[in-house]
């Protein structure tokens, strides 16, 4: 992967891609839409399919030869040396129910590292973007994390703690680490890293994820002065389990790493 700042024609599609899925996702919201369960029985809508369909249209119209990643219609040129990952509503379940925390992502992969973020909330008219070798911003402004040395002051965010499995020990896991912080809460999907790059929260840990649901929030929360690995410490990419914890405080990776390995001691992520 390139050290150097990422190139402002990928900077500039990244904007056109948002630009794009905002008024699909605006013309959906809080209709009466039908509603299906993909394979693992997570709901997906017309909304989510269009969305993909016009970015991914956009790409293969600027950068022919850049591979695609998306979480509803699959993968082109996957080992390209560049590589787009699109989640293009990730918080299904709260663009369903009318709650506007969901949002678009649009990630760029070098090599297989996010170098390249968007997170988009399109109703309430938010984005955040990340990129390698730029400060993150929030609607074209710089925005850094907040200090929070001590977990016991910690905020954190978690989707739901019923997305963690009791299997391998996930849930125990996390229920050790969210006795350690001041204030646990809930819901906001990508919604949270957002909050966690603009100063509002100090941790977001999750498990499970997939590329699309983490490759774009990466860039962002770095790019904010914040730290996103895996449970074990270790920097993500496009290869990466999915278990995510991300702080805006780089002095909480050590202790939130350890009260995770204290709470799972039987495996490692």
């Not at 997170?119 to 984005?127: F, H, K, L, S, V």
């Amino acid at each position: 992967m390139t050290d150097q700042p990422i190139h402002q024609p990928y900077l500039d599609l990244a904007q056109r891609l948002a630009d794009a899925a905002r008024p699909i996702a605006r013309k959906y919201f809080r209709t009466k839409l039908t509603i299906d369960a993909k394979q693992d029985d997570s709901p997906v809508t017309i909304a989510d399919r269009e969305i993909e369909a016009e970015m991914r249209r956009i790409i293969e119209e600027t950068f022919p030869a850049h591979g695609i990643l998306g979480e509803e219609h699959g993968s082109v040129r996957e080992d390209a040396e560049w590589v787009w990952v699109l989640d293009p509503i990730d918080g299904t379940k709260s663009f369903i129910t009318g709650k506007p925390l969901f949002g678009t992502l649009i990630g760029l992969a070098h090599n297989g590292v996010p170098v390249l973020g968007v997170i988009d909330q399109p109703i309430i008219g938010e984005r955040w973007i990340g990129a390698q070798g730029h400060p993150t911003t929030f609607n074209g402004k710089p925005i850094e994390t907040r200090a929070c040395t001590d977990l016991g002051e910690a905020t954190m965010y978690t989707t739901s703690p019923h997305l963690f499995p009791t299997e391998g020990g996930f849930l125990n896991a996390y229920h050790y680490l969210e006795r350690t912080v001041k204030q646990p809460l809930f819901g906001c999907d990508c919604y949270a890293y957002g909050l966690l790059a603009s100063g509002f929260c100090d941790i977001v840990c999750e498990t499970g994820l997939n590329p699309y649901d983490f490759a774009a929030l990466i860039p962002v929360v770095a790019g904010a002065g914040g730290s996103i690995t895996d449970w074990n410490g270790e920097p993500l990419n496009l290869k990466s389990k999915g278990d995510v914890l991300a702080l805006g405080d780089k002095a909480l990776l050590e202790p939130a790493v350890e009260a995770l390995k204290a709470g799972r001691p039987i495996t490692k992520s």
